[in-house]
């Protein structure tokens, strides 16, 4: 089934993991992916791998807390394809230290990747968005049960959920739908690289999911499927809150 044909969409973080999936899930589905990432070298490995099934990608280096970087994101897939149908903000960063020891530029830091990289998006992307548009963001559950030592990544997840409250309000009248999902334990770098997890002191709980699980939540939301969903988080945690 092909529920995104001739759709135009953003995926940021898209050259690994979660985006990744979701870019591949969309080009497989027919729409045209612009696949933002910090990393050109994955990237362009993401084009080309979209590419070589037939699908259509460009890539876009961005650092998304750089506000002229993600306007120019937004230009190159306007520019390319005349508008957004579908944006999915995904990239995110995260801290493992306690709030007294961490620094004012780390919380910072995060912020800006996680959360005002996701007003800036939206910002400058609904101008281009047509009726029946939707913007999906992945949260995470540390927005609901969370651990020490990863403060700002907590809260800005948190942020994010209230930010897309509010946004799904003023853009109603536009019918752009926002919604976020929140994944558990998903196999990904940011994952295994956790140092909490590498060490053992965080004990993963509940299911462990892939990538794609969490680009098929992601593409239902971003969906005509999804039309009566709207302003909500969809938890896809394996079940890891009813354990918690």
């Excluded at 259509?56 to 961005?62: G, M, R, T």
């Excluded at 939540?217 to 709207?230: P, T, V």
Aim: net charge neutral.
């Amino acid at each position: 089934m092909a529920r995104f044909t001739d759709k135009v969409c953003i995926v940021t973080g898209a050259a690994s993991g979660i985006g990744r999936a979701t870019a591949q899930r969309f080009a497989s589905e027919g729409g045209r992916v612009l696949i933002v990432d910090l990393n050109p070298e994955h990237g362009r490995q993401a084009v080309d791998e979209i590419a070589s099934k037939g699908g259509v990608a460009k890539f876009a280096a961005c650092d998304v807390s750089n506000s002229s970087q993600v306007q120019q994101a937004v230009k190159t897939a306007v520019d390319a394809w005349g508008k957004i149908d579908v944006l999915v903000n995904n990239a995110a960063m995260m801290t493992f230290l306690p709030v007294v020891q961490l620094e004012e530029k780390d919380w910072d830091k995060v912020m800006a990747v996680n959360i005002k990289s996701v007003f800036m998006f939206c910002k400058y992307a609904i101008p281009h968005m047509p009726a029946g548009s939707a913007i999906v963001n992945t949260s995470s559950v540390h927005a609901h049960e969370s651990e020490a030592g990863v403060a700002p990544y907590a809260a800005s997840k948190g942020a994010m959920e209230a930010f897309i409250r509010v946004l799904a309000l003023e853009l109603g009248h536009k019918k752009i739908r926002v919604n976020c999902v929140a994944p558990g334990a998903v196999d990904t770098p940011m994952l295994w690289n956790n140092p909490n997890v590498k060490s053992g002191k965080e004990k993963i709980q509940g299911a462990v999911g892939k990538p794609e699980d969490i680009a098929s939540a992601i593409c239902f939301l971003a969906s005509h499927e999804a039309r009566f969903i709207n302003g909500t988080t969809l938890i896809a945690d394996g079940d890891r809150l009813d354990i918690l």
